[in-house]
């Protein structure tokens, strides 16, 4: 459901081809980020704070890098 309204949200040319690649990047994004999330998990032995400020690290570090903050 959030896909959707942020497809539409943000102005993307409504066709059926824009769609699914932006369906199929958000899916891939939803794959990696839960893949990192249970990577973190196993690593860290805290249930508490310290597997969320590693995968938060990784997160930033990961959407710095790839210029996701920019080009929002």
């Given at each position: 459901?959030m ?5 539409w ?22 794959f990696?980020f ?21 995968n ?11 210029g ?5």
């Amino acid at each position: 459901m959030m896909v959707l309204i942020v497809f539409w949200s943000i102005g993307i040319e409504t066709t059926l081809e824009n769609f699914g690649w932006f369906l199929l990047i958000a899916m891939v994004s939803n794959f990696t980020f839960n893949a990192q999330g249970y990577f973190v998990g196993l690593a860290v032995n805290d249930e508490g704070g310290a597997a969320k400020e590693v995968n938060m690290l990784i997160s930033l570090l990961f959407l710095i890098v790839s210029g996701g903050l920019v080009n929002l």
